[in-house]
């Protein structure tokens, strides 16, 4: 089946680290990948997308690339700023026309002024 | 533009009565999704509806069950609410064809179970 996995949490950062939140995937088929954040309160939103093996998604400093060969969608920001902190979930989508996306459990990170 | 509204905001039950929580999708949007996010775990798929019909159901019991209208709005019931029901209902919606695969959520209604 399909299925997504990403790294545990909580990530807990100071200002202006580098980030990298791993998200590994299986799915039958040709799925696009997706990043959504959760910022306290609030429902997801997306953040960044890829839909075709080695395509980079990109977004307010975050990116993440498709990789087939190694099934994953790792999430990276050079620099990050205490407002990045949030749930961050991996997820993917397979087929056309309307079907269910499948969400990783999420990881939270802190950034520390 | 409005996004994706969800009411009510809070929603207080105990054990045994019933919960309808509603939604309105992005004006455009035909497909409606519904998620359960419960503490510290992630989203669980609950249903999918497109043009007034269920589509696709995740693992939740009968009780959970839900409709579309005709203006595309859709509501989610849970029946004899159990304490484990707790959680953030979040619904989300989807433009019809390729866009499809982009969701866009509401900020959810959270359901508390005494």
């Known amino acids: 089946g399909n299925s997504v996995t990403q790294m545990e949490g909580p990530v807990t950062l100071s200002e202006e680290a580098f980030l990298t939140i791993n998200c590994t995937y299986t799915?039958?088929?040709?799925?696009?990948l997706f990043w959504y954040v959760q910022y306290p309160g609030e429902g997801l939103q997306l953040l960044l997308k890829?839909?075709?093996?080695?395509d980079k998604g990109s977004n307010k400093g975050f990116e993440a690339t498709y990789r087939k060969e190694t099934t994953s969608f790792h999430l990276e920001k050079g620099s990050v700023q205490v407002s990045d902190s949030a749930v961050y979930f991996c997820?993917?989508?397979?087929?056309?026309?309307?079907?269910?996306?499948?969400f990783g459990a999420g990881t939270r990170l802190f950034v520390k002024a | 533009e409005a996004g994706v509204t969800q009411s009510p905001t809070h929603l207080i039950k105990t054990r045994g009565q019933q919960a309808t929580l509603r939604c309105s999708p992005i004006?455009?949007?035909?497909?409606v999704y519904w998620y359960q996010q419960a503490l510290g775990l992630g989203l669980q798929f609950l249903l999918w509806?497109?043009?007034?019909?269920?589509?696709n159901r995740g693992n939740f019991p009968p009780r959970f069950s839900g409709r579309q209208f005709p203006n595309y709005s859709s509501e989610l019931n849970v029946n004899a609410l159990e304490l484990e029901d707790s959680a953030l209902y979040l619904c989300?919606?989807?433009?019809?064809?390729?866009?499809?695969?982009?969701?866009?959520f509401g900020a959810g209604s959270r359901l508390t179970v005494l």
């Open positions: 989300a919606s989807s433009l019809p064809g390729t866009g499809a695969n982009v969701l866009t």
């Open positions: 799915a039958t088929g040709y799925p696009s």
């Open positions: 890829a839909t075709k093996a080695d």
């Open positions: 997820a993917l989508s397979v087929g056309t026309g309307g079907f269910k996306t499948i």
């Open positions: 004006s455009g949007h035909t497909s």
């Open positions: 509806y497109d043009e007034g019909e269920e589509r």
